[in-house]
């Protein structure tokens, strides 16, 4: 078991520095309402590892997707595939609100679902407040509905509370929760 977890956080870290070659960076795997780029999220906790990628499409929508090895679903992995849009100024410095919606799912042998696939929606409300210029705390409410046989349930993939802490503009480094499971990450954004 240690020599798995061992593995997993080098794979993390050679994952970071080759987004870090790649291109500036950011932290989790959850949507940031503060990420204005392109954003690749690497993280590691008790559920496993997990990975995501977030692009804009253009001012204030944003389209990304997430995949790890924790999650609700009782499957090997689970997925979303998200959109997420800026909401208007709130007159608060220092904060930003996002309307998240996407698909959720799970994939592969043991799925909760039948053979897996896509499982049902999300749908939230996330916000970054940055604390200092380099301190920044986030928090998104996301909400799983189920397609079929389940209970809607509190934390799909979108979900989350983390801390960041910006090393550079690129790269961030983050302690919390997300709803894939994983407790510390990385953030590389352009």
Sequence with gaps: MKQMRAGAAA???AMAAVA?????????????ADDTGVCFGAGVGYGGLAVSL????????????SVGSGNPFGSPLSFDIRGTYRLPDVGVPHLALDGIAGLVGGLGYGSTFPHGGVAGLEAGFGAAYHFVPRLVGRVN??????????FPWYG???????????????LEGTVGWSGLGENVGIRVRS
């Design 11 to 13: 794979w993390v870290v």
């Design 54 to 65: 977030d692009a804009p499409t253009g001012s204030p929508l944003r389209l990304g997707a």
């Design 20 to 32: 870090t070659m790649a291109g500036p960076a950011v932290a989790s795997t959850m949507p940031g």
């Design 141 to 150: 409410l996301v909400y799983g509905i189920p397609f079929y046989g389940a």
């Design 156 to 170: 799909a993939p979108a979900s989350g509370l983390e801390f960041g802490y910006e090393f550079s503009k690129q």
